[in-house]
C-alpha cells in the first residue's frame, strides 16, 4: 500500500513539475509570437489556397492568386523576424527533448537528446521563403505550379505549428494535434515540404 501511495506522489509531482515547465514555455514562445500577426497571416493564406482551388473561373482565380502572393510575402519576412527574435533566447531554455517519454525539464537532463528551437525556426524561416520565392514557370503551368507551390508552403507551415507544439509540449501531443486541427499525420506533413526542408529538418530533430 505503501509503495502505491509512493509511486502516487512521484506520478502527481512529475505532472505538476511537466505542467509547469508547460506553461512557461507557453509564456515564453507567446511573448515572441504576441509580436507578430504570423498566425492571422497562416490563417489568411490556408483559407486563400482553398478558396482559389475552388474557383471555376480562371480571370478570378489568377486575381487571388496574386493576393495570396503578397500574403506569403508577408508571412515570410514576419517569419524571418520572429526566429531572428527568438534567437536572443538563452541556449538552455530553448532546448527541445527528443526523448520518446515526455519527462519534466528532459532537455536540461539529458541535453545530448534535444535540438535548438532557435535553430528550427530559423530552418522553417528558410524553407518557407524559399519555396515562396519559385516563381511559377509560364503561363501554361502556372495553375498546376501554384497548386503544387500551395500544396508545399501549407505543408511547412502545418510543420512549423508541430515544432511549436513540441516545444510547448511534446513530438506526441504536437502530432496528435495536427490529425485534430488539420486532418493530416505528420508523417504526411513530412513528406509534403520541399526536400530541402525536409533533410534539413531530419538532421536536426534526428527523426
Not at 91 to 99: G, K, N
Request: charged content about 20%; glycine content about 6%; overall charge neutral.
Amino acid at each position: 500500500m505503501e509503495i502505491f501511495s509512493l509511486a502516487l506522489l512521484l506520478l502527481f509531482g512529475l505532472h505538476l513539475l511537466k505542467s509547469r515547465e508547460r506553461a512557461a514555455r507557453v509564456a515564453l514562445l507567446g511573448s515572441f509570437l504576441a509580436r507578430y500577426q504570423i498566425e492571422k497571416l497562416m490563417e489568411s493564406l490556408t483559407d486563400g489556397y482553398l478558396r482559389a482551388l475552388g474557383e471555376q473561373d480562371a480571370q478570378r482565380r489568377a486575381q487571388i492568386w496574386d493576393l495570396l502572393a503578397t500574403t506569403e510575402k508577408n508571412l515570410a519576412l514576419q517569419l524571418q523576424s520572429f526566429a531572428d527574435d527568438f534567437g536572443r533566447v538563452p541556449a538552455d531554455e530553448a532546448r527541445v527533448s527528443t526523448l520518446a517519454i515526455a519527462l519534466p525539464y528532459a532537455s536540461r537532463w539529458f541535453p545530448a537528446a534535444t535540438f535548438d528551437m532557435r535553430e528550427m525556426l530559423q530552418l522553417h524561416a528558410r524553407g518557407i521563403a524559399a519555396v515562396v520565392a519559385q516563381a511559377p514557370g509560364g503561363e501554361e503551368g502556372m495553375a498546376q505550379e501554384r497548386k503544387r507551390q500551395a500544396y508545399t508552403v501549407t505543408a511547412e507551415l502545418y510543420l512549423l505549428q508541430h515544432s511549436c507544439h513540441w516545444f510547448c509540449r511534446s513530438a506526441t501531443v504536437a502530432s496528435v494535434r495536427l490529425i485534430a486541427l488539420h486532418q493530416t499525420s505528420y508523417e504526411q506533413v513530412l513528406e509534403g515540404v520541399s526536400p530541402a526542408t525536409r533533410a534539413a529538418y531530419r538532421q536536426l530533430a534526428g527523426v
